[in-house]
């Protein structure tokens, strides 16, 4: 099954500092420009949608003028939070699109495997998330002191991209919208509808950036990738 990619980069990068997370330089190339190319190559994925700050498109625009904007279908202005942006990415999807993946633009280091494998897992599921176990002791906290300790077994820590059929998640976003649903994650308004969401293997290196030292880990996991 082929795929229409959505890209979320309309965050404000409150946390990373002064300028867009999305194009600061990260070796050779804008922050954004890392998802886009990986995701644009894949033989199965059919175009990529980028959802841009609010009227900030041009200033997304720029930063991925020649190769990489020739990658790029069309670029839509986000919301006043990841779950309002994607909604406007899947409205701008194009007609008959089968399938979706959404990634988040500050998850530059998404390896070709990662890509594929959960592109491939839409042939057998409707729903698929990455994910990684969790390494470390988790507690839940309750006025500055540990108040119980999670079990991690189970646990895992959520990546993406994430890919769905796309009337699924079309219907998962509208219904959430209509009752006043809030997720940070696409996966979990799935799970609200009461649709399964597969999970396959996620990679370690697909890391979130958030903060400016962020990138510096970065560059080391994009260096010893190539």
Known sequence: MRCDAI????????????????????????????????????????????VAPPGREDEIASALAGQWGAMVRRIVPGGDTR????????????????????????????????????VESLDEHSAVVPAVA???????????????????????????????????????HRRAHTRGLTASDDGALVLALGEPV?????????????WPGDMVVAEAILREMR
């Open 7 to 50: 890209i979320v980069a309309a965050g404000a990068s409150e946390r990373f500092g002064s300028g867009l997370k999305q194009t600061a330089l990260l070796i050779d190339r804008p922050l954004l420009a890392w998802s886009v190319e990986r995701l644009a190559r894949h033989d199965r994925i059919d175009g990529v949608t980028v």
């Open 83 to 118: 779950q309002e942006s994607v909604m406007r990415g899947l409205d701008a999807l194009s007609d008959g699109a089968q399938a979706v993946l959404i990634h988040d633009a500050a998850r530059p280091c998404a390896t070709d495997a990662l890509i594929e494998s959960v």
């Open 134 to 172: 969790a390494r470390d002791t988790l507690v839940l906290e309750h006025d500055g002191a540990v108040d119980a300790v999670v079990d991690r077994v189970n646990v895992r820590h959520v990546q993406t991209p994430q890919v769905f059929r796309a009337e699924l998640i079309v219907r998962a």
């Open 198 to 210: 597969a999970i396959v293997d996620g990679d370690p290196r697909n890391i979130k950036i958030t």
